[in-house]
């Protein structure tokens, strides 16, 4: 039982009963004004009262009736999620990715442009003003609707500063990133690496439900990591944790200006086509190299065979590290290494088993280039608990 609120400011007293009836409508799902009633002891008229208010803001609406208990048949009441939205952007690549949610996370429009590169950080927030632009025109959400905007980008990410320590491709390094964009956008703006945005949507919506220790491992132009302890994400003292492109796999070389690690250099997507030039140079834009160089080694291409099993043991290598030191009981594979087929999966699990002590299970990412916006949207919600609403008014 909760204990009614008797005393202190008015203003401030109805905004906690508010509170409290928000929550009981949330936690059950439908709920009728009589148990909302007795479930927060405010009395019925005080309820009836904060719900009709409630439902001209938006908040709240009627639903139908429930079960009868003896008397007359209660209506039912149950939270507008379409009150508000929220908005994810993840630049990944030369891509940007935007959608808008509702308050349950379900996507209400998407947009999604190939960016101009070289690119540099004004263009690439005029480019996404004008996406969320389109995006609530789609949506027919009006701006003050918006409660925040989730971004995720490439390099290590300083959420408490609002800026990026590291990230040559972007040319974002130290800058005030996160006040530019809330700035141009006029709304709250929360930033994350774009990986432990992709990580969080599989977390709470993907492969890793149900899981608490989960490392999320990413190849695709780079490689990186995200993980997930005691389900609580880990980021380290710099949130540098899971930049395990900088692990030392693979030979030491053609490292322009030290902007990538060792380990993406070799064995990201970009990597691999290098080392695959010979016979790939022909690959279509937006295709998968490891399909391809399966595809080849079916054929008895020698080159793409020696190559494929390079590739995995070395992608191999990084999963042992990570297991090594983190003991994950879920590894979520991801990026290119979603087109590994079930053959390979078991070539690289056998070696797992050969090299570490414990091996976590194997899972392929579900959620495809959804994971990302998933993410984005979700830490937006984290971060805006429900009560806040009601500032909103």
């Not at 391809?292 to 042992?320: C, F, K, P, S, T």
């Not at 959620?367 to 949207?377: F, H, N, Q, Y």
Request: hydrophobic fraction near 40%; glycine fraction near 12%.
């Amino acid at each position: 039982m909760r204990v009614p609120r008797k005393t202190g400011n008015s203003k401030l007293v109805k905004k906690l009963n508010k509170g409290e009836v928000l929550q009981q409508v949330i936690q059950h799902g439908q709920i009728s004004r009589a148990d909302i009633s007795k479930e927060t002891m405010l009395s019925r008229p005080c309820v009836s009262a904060l719900v009709d208010e409630m439902i001209q803001e938006g908040l709240l609406h009627e639903v139908g009736m429930g079960d009868s208990k003896g008397g007359r048949k209660p209506i039912l009441l149950e939270y507008n999620y379409q009150a508000y939205a929220i908005a994810g952007v993840i630049f990944e690549g030369s891509t940007l990715d935007m959608a808008i949610a509702d308050l349950k996370g379900e996507f209400l429009a998407r947009y999604r442009k190939r960016l101009a590169l070289p690119s540099n950080g004004e263009t690439v927030i005029e480019d996404l003003a004008a996406g969320l632009a389109q995006l609530l025109e789609e949506s027919g959400i009006k701006r003050d609707r918006l409660l925040g905007v989730g971004v995720g980008l490439q390099g290590v990410t300083q959420r408490g500063s609002g800026t990026v320590s590291f990230s040559p491709s972007t040319g974002w390094m130290g800058s005030p990133i996160q006040q530019n964009i809330e700035e141009r956008l006029g709304l709250p703006v929360i930033i994350d690496n774009d990986v432990n945005m992709m990580t969080l949507g599989e977390y709470v919506r993907g492969a890793g439900v149900g899981h608490s220790n989960v490392v999320y491992m990413y190849v695709g132009t780079g490689i990186g990591a995200g993980i997930i302890l005691d389900g609580q994400f880990y980021r380290g003292s710099h949130e540098a944790a899971g930049e395990i492109g900088f692990m030392m796999i693979g030979p030491v070389h053609n490292r322009p200006n030290g902007a990538s690690g060792v380990f993406e250099t070799n064995y990201s997507t970009s990597g691999i086509l290098q080392q695959a030039k010979g016979f790939l140079s022909d690959l279509q834009e937006g295709s998968s190299v490891i399909e391809e160089l399966i595809r080849l080694a079916r054929q008895n291409h020698a080159d793409a065979q020696r190559l494929l099993d390079d590739v995995y043991r070395h992608w191999a290598y990084g999963m042992a590290n990570i297991v090594s030191v983190l003991n994950p009981e879920l590894l979520i594979l991801s990026g290119e290494m979603v087109h590994v087929d079930e053959e390979g999966v078991k070539r690289i699990h056998d070696w797992l088993n050969e090299w570490v002590p414990e091996v976590p299970s194997l899972e392929k990412a579900s959620l495809g280039e959804r994971a990302g916006l998933i993410g984005a949207v979700h830490c937006v919600l984290e971060a805006f608990p429900f009560r806040r609403l009601l500032d909103k008014e």
